[in-house]
């Protein structure tokens, strides 16, 4: 698990966040997560410990960014058969996009990085960032090539050994295997336990929602997860969005 130390913006005094611009600090990364269902194995919140890990892990691998607070909840309607998810309007979840990249514009920050980290916030995001641009002064990074996000989750299975490779993730083995190298303690390991497995409707997931596919919720075998897959995971797609992410800053 990545140290929050130095790179975690609400840890800071406003001192501090001050001194970071002075001293060469140019990029916010943020991330937007959810709070929703995620099987009986997992917590509300496995796409906000996700984005505040690689938040953290970006920003520290980039060398001159700060992790801003994950936005939660996200837009997650096709998940409310499940009691303690939490949805919000895509309307919604775009006000709050531009409003933290008004924030950290106008503190000058010079680019602001959105990483969805839950499939319903991927497409509000990416609707919402070109506006954002032409708005504030900061360069605004969206990474919402969704099929490239799932890749590269499993991507990091396979490097760890985990042959499992799905075409939607939710609560399965990628996603296990990531909070599991979070926080062991997370994961309920008495409710592991399989779901759907096969092909998916991405298009009835989201019209009558999740539990027309999986009655427990979950995609996938978690059983399949490590805690060196999750870590696996982390490093890969950690690396691959910094690169996306100095190739957009360069290109300013």
């Given amino acids: 698990m990545a140290s929050p130390d130095d790179v975690a913006l609400a840890e800071l005094s406003w001192p501090d966040v001050e001194s970071a611009l002075e001293r060469g600090t140019r990029t916010a990364v943020v991330a937007v997560g959810s709070i929703e269902q995620h099987g009986p194995h997992l917590p509300l919140n496995m796409d906000t410990l996700d984005g505040d890990?690689?938040?953290t892990r970006i920003a520290t691998r980039l060398g001159d960014a700060l992790a801003a607070p994950t936005i939660r909840p996200g837009c997650s309607g096709h998940h409310m058969e499940f009691p303690g998810t939490i949805t919000v309007p895509p309307?919604?979840?775009?006000?709050?996009v531009r409003a933290y990249c008004r924030s950290l514009s106008?503190?000058?920050?010079?680019?602001?990085v959105l990483v969805p980290t839950h499939g319903g916030n991927f497409a509000p995001v990416e609707t919402v960032a070109p506006d954002v641009?032409?708005?504030?002064?900061a360069n605004v990074i969206a990474l919402t090539d969704l099929d490239e996000h799932m890749e590269l989750l499993n991507e990091g299975l396979s490097e760890a050994g985990v042959d499992y490779d799905q075409s939607v993730i939710h609560a399965g083995a990628a996603?296990?295997?990531?909070?599991?190298?979070?926080?062991?303690?997370?994961?309920?390991?008495?409710?592991l336990a399989p779901g759907h497995e096969g092909d998916i409707s991405t298009a009835r997931l989201l019209s009558e929602g999740f539990a027309s596919i999986t009655k427990n919720g979950?995609?996938?075998?978690?059983?399949?997860?490590?805690a060196e897959a999750g870590e696996a995971i982390f490093e890969r797609v950690t690396e691959a969005y910094v690169e996306h992410i100095e190739a957009e800053r360069d290109a300013v």
Avoid: K, S
């Fill in 53 to 55: 890990e690689l938040a």
């Fill in 218 to 226: 979950v995609l996938g075998d978690p059983r399949e997860a490590t």
């Fill in 133 to 137: 641009a032409r708005e504030v002064d």
């Fill in 175 to 191: 996603e296990t295997a990531m909070v599991l190298a979070i926080d062991e303690g997370l994961v309920e390991t008495d409710d």
């Fill in 106 to 112: 106008a503190h000058g920050f010079e680019h602001v």
């Fill in 91 to 96: 309307e919604t979840l775009m006000d709050l």
